[in-house]
């Protein structure tokens, strides 16, 4: 069971973190991807962040702006976004792959064993 959280209404430029937690498996032995979908468009991986070492893939579009982080005490993953831009509104996933990321075929959705229900975010001026 995993539950995002922390979307919502930003303008261009401003921040958000989005949270993931996760319950009813070994969160310690997945790694988290994140996934989102915009309207009219198919679902994309933005990035992966394996468990062992903290190693992440990223899409282009997001690198430099987007960071994962983790707490495992509170079984919990985080997506931090900066400098957010209008093309970033979407539905975002977190997803639970075990146990690493796949390399450059972390974007397969089919190797993710558990999802989120998505959080919206939205950015506009």
């Known amino acids: 069971h995993v539950v995002e959280s922390g979307g919502g209404f930003v303008h261009p430029g401003d921040s958000l973190r989005l949270s993931c937690t996760a319950s009813?498996?070994?969160?310690?032995?997945?790694?988290i991807g994140w996934f989102r979908q915009a309207p009219g468009k198919e679902r994309e991986a933005i990035l992966c962040?394996?468990?062992?070492?903290?190693?992440?893939f990223y899409v282009d579009s997001v690198k430099g702006r987007f960071t994962p982080s983790r707490d495992e005490a509170k079984n919990t993953a985080y997506l931090q976004m900066n400098n957010l831009k209008p093309e970033d509104t979407a539905v975002y996933y977190c997803?639970?792959?075990?146990?690493?990321?796949?390399?450059?075929?972390?974007?397969?959705?089919?190797?993710?064993?558990?999802w989120g229900q998505g959080t919206q975010v939205t950015v506009s001026s």
């Open positions: 009813g498996f070994d969160w310690d032995l997945y790694s």
């Open positions: 997803a639970a792959t075990a146990p690493y990321c796949m390399g450059p075929y972390y974007h397969f959705a089919s190797l993710y064993n558990y």
């Open positions: 962040s394996n468990s062992s070492d903290g190693s992440t």
